[in-house]
Each structure stands twice: as structure tokens, then as C-alpha cells.
């Protein structure tokens, strides 16, 4: 399989929502030039044939929509100069969906982009935090959007969902009602921007106990959940019993360019907030990547926390992502103990959920986990 380099374009901080645990900086009109995308996907281009690396051209704001005319162009701008890529490039987009209609998602499915699409649920874990600047929840309007891709077999999808101390206590309701809309990929995303106390945490572990539930009904029913959080920890244990490399492993600094509305360079989509932050920036559109960054970046990125060397489920857990630990220790080398303890909890969740399918035998769990992923049993 070919690597690739992703180069996500921030395309404005502007956004139909104001999200209250958004990590994306303040919400205003700034959108990026068609100069600046242009320079971004040369700069992209070049260090992709550099790399011997494929590319992959993302979208992200802000709500990246409200740029939809300058989207295309950037599309059609890559598909004109792609003949020095090593493979034709893929497309992604991630929207919060209540810009998305017909005309723009066929336009993305011809084009075959991953769409991403943020709905946290249940309207009451969805409006808890994803609401329009006047304060009325967006579910009604994100829920259509899910409905229009649902109706697309075909198109490459996944739903994001973000679970935060506001909305803990709604999570396996909110995922009961997001499994019976949206048959997908889904990912939980924890928030670890956000301050957790142990008594959230608690409730965190009591609703994931319930999801993981669900996810086992599902496999005994025939119609299996894809839970990207439980399936990447089951797959974390055949390939550490298989002595492969960690598969959480960050390589921040190398796989991706994040750019800023205004050109600047960050190593995750994730870490561009309102793209002036000094500590993680390594370069712009104009001057190039600053190696010397990008190379202080590799350098420091991983894992100094003293526990986790000798624990014995560090090729299992995030303790290397370096935006995780930035979000929830401060750093992007040192995993705080809110991730230590969340991470251990879904790993033995995920153990004993597998455990008890491989028990069983359950024919589904075995073709995924065991035939589709050309695992040995």
C-alpha cells in the first residue's frame, strides 16, 4: 500500500454553527484566497513527489461548505496538474452538514470523496452542544443531511460524533438513535480539550458499557455496528499478538500538512485553531515548510511519560498522538492521566466484547476481524 501525504485546507473560520467545545478557533468571516489554495496544493504536490508519497486533498474549516464555488476549484485545480503524482489523489471533506443538499452531494459522490459528517447522536446529545449562534439546536437540520447520505450505498461516509462532559449522559441513547439512521462507519471522539472530572468519567464508562452492548447485540443480530473506537482496539490486539507495529502510532509532522486560512503550515487539521499559533507552526505558502520546525516537531513528538514505558498496552492506546496529548495534557509528547484512564477502559472493553464474539463463533466477527482484515485465527 502506498503512503500518502494529506494536505487539508482550512478554506475559512467562518461556520453556520458555534459549537461550544470547537477546537477550531473563533468563528469569523475569513475565508482563504484562491491564491493561497493554489500555492498550498503546488507546496503539497512537490513534497508529496519528494516523498515517493501519494496525496490526498481535504477540506475543513469552519464549516468548509460556505466556501463551496472555491472547493471546486481546488478540486479541479489538483486534477489538472496531478500527472506528477505517483497515484491519482483522493478527496475528503469534513461538514457539520447544514449546508449539504442534493446537487453538492452528488457532486462529491462523482468525484468520490470521503465525507465526514459531525452529528453527535440523539437530538438531545446533538443539541446539548451543536447549536446556531441564536442558540436553537441544529439536529433536525443535520439529521436530513444523514438521511441524503444514507441513501447513497456507495459513497464513502462516516459520522463523527463528540462526546463531551456536556452530553456524557445521553451517549448510548444517542448512539442507539445514530445506529438506527446512519448504517456506516461511526467514530467517538472524546473530547480531551475539556475538563473531565471523575464522576463524568464515571458516567463516560457507564454509557460506553451500554454502546459496547449494543455493538454485541448487533454481531448476534447479523447486522453489525461499525465502531471504528471498539474495532481499531480489537485490532490493536491481533496486531501487537503478531508483533506488529503499534497501528495508533502518530507520525505527526510527516503525514499531513494542515493549512491555515491564511497559508501558515501545521502538522493535523486538528492543531490549526485560528492558525497563528507560534509552537507548532512550521512554515507558510510563501516561505516553504521551515525544516528546522517540521524536524522539531518529528524530534519531539511520541511518548516521555515515564508509566507508559513499562505498560503493557502502550502498542494499543494513544499515548503517542500528538494532538490528543496536546489537547489533554498540554503537550504533544506526554499523555495525561484522563487519557491513561479512558484508554485502558476502552481497550478492556473492546477485549471482552471480542472475547465473548470469538467464543461464540459469531460468523461476522470472524469474516471482519479474521478473513476480511487476512488475519490468521
Known amino acids: 500500500m502506498i503512503k500518502v501525504l494529506t494536505c487539508t485546507l482550512c478554506l475559512t473560520h467562518d461556520c453556520t454553527l458555534r459549537c461550544n467545545y470547537c477546537y477550531a478557533g473563533r468563528k469569523y468571516r475569513h475565508a482563504m484566497t484562491q491564491e493561497t489554495a493554489k500555492k498550498a496544493i503546488d507546496l503539497c504536490m512537490a513534497e508529496a513527489q519528494r516523498m515517493g508519497r501519494g496525496l490526498d486533498l481535504s477540506f475543513f474549516g469552519g464549516e468548509p461548505l460556505l466556501e463551496w464555488e472555491l472547493l471546486q476549484w481546488c478540486y479541479e485545480y489538483l486534477e489538472a496538474h496531478k500527472e506528477g503524482l505517483i497515484v491519482s489523489p483522493r478527496y475528503g471533506i469534513t461538514t457539520n452538514g447544514t449546508l449539504l443538499n442534493t446537487e453538492r452531494l452528488e457532486w462529491l459522490a462523482e468525484r468520490n470523496f470521503l465525507i465526514g459528517i459531525s452529528i453527535d447522536g440523539s437530538p438531545a446529545m446533538h443539541n446539548a452542544n451543536r447549536c446556531y449562534a441564536n442558540g436553537r439546536g441544529s439536529h433536525d437540520d443535520v ?22 462532559p456536556n452530553n456524557v449522559m445521553h451517549l448510548a441513547d444517542g448512539m442507539e438513535w445514530l445506529t438506527a439512521h446512519f448504517h456506516r462507519e461511526i467514530g467517538l471522539n472524546i473530547d480531551y480539550w475539556s475538563e473531565w472530572t471523575d464522576e463524568q468519567f464515571e ?19 447479523g447486522t453489525p455496528i461499525r465502531l ?10 491481533i496486531h ?7 497501528c495508533a502510532q502518530c507520525t505527526i509532522g510527516e503525514r499531513e500538512i494542515g493549512v491555515s486560512v491564511d497559508g501558515n503550515f501545521f502538522p493535523c487539521s486538528r492543531l490549526v485553531g485560528i492558525g497563528d499559533e507560534p509552537e507548532l507552526n512550521f512554515g507558510n505558502v510563501n516561505e516553504g515548510i521551515n525544516r528546522a520546525r517540521q524536524n522539531w516537531i518529528i524530534t519531539n513528538r511520541g511518548n516521555t511519560t515515564p508509566a507508559c514505558k513499562l505498560c503493557e498496552l502502550k502498542a494499543r492506546c494513544l499515548n503517542t498522538c500528538g494532538c490528543t496529548n496536546l489537547a489533554s495534557s498540554g503537550h504533544i509528547n506526554q499523555v495525561s492521566p484522563f487519557l491513561c ?4 477502559f476502552f481497550i478492556e472493553t473492546a477485549d471482552e466484547l471480542a472475547e465473548i464474539l470469538y467464543t461464540e463463533q459469531n460468523p461476522h466477527f470472524i469474516k471482519h476481524f479474521y478473513q476480511d482484515n487476512g488475519n490468521e485465527g
Open 203 to 221: 458516567l463516560l464508562c457507564e454509557q460506553y458499557r451500554r454502546v459496547a452492548m449494543q455493538v454485541l447485540q448487533s454481531y448476534r443480530n
Open 228 to 237: 471504528s473506537n471498539i474495532e481499531h482496539k480489537i485490532l490493536s490486539h
Open 341 to 344: 484512564c479512558s484508554e485502558k
Open 143 to 164: 439529521a436530513r443531511a444523514v438521511a441524503l447520505l444514507d441513501a447513497h450505498p456507495t459513497i464513502r461516509t462516516k459520522a463523527i460524533c463528540v462526546v463531551t
Open 240 to 246: 501487537s499478538r503478531e508483533n506488529k507495529k503499534n
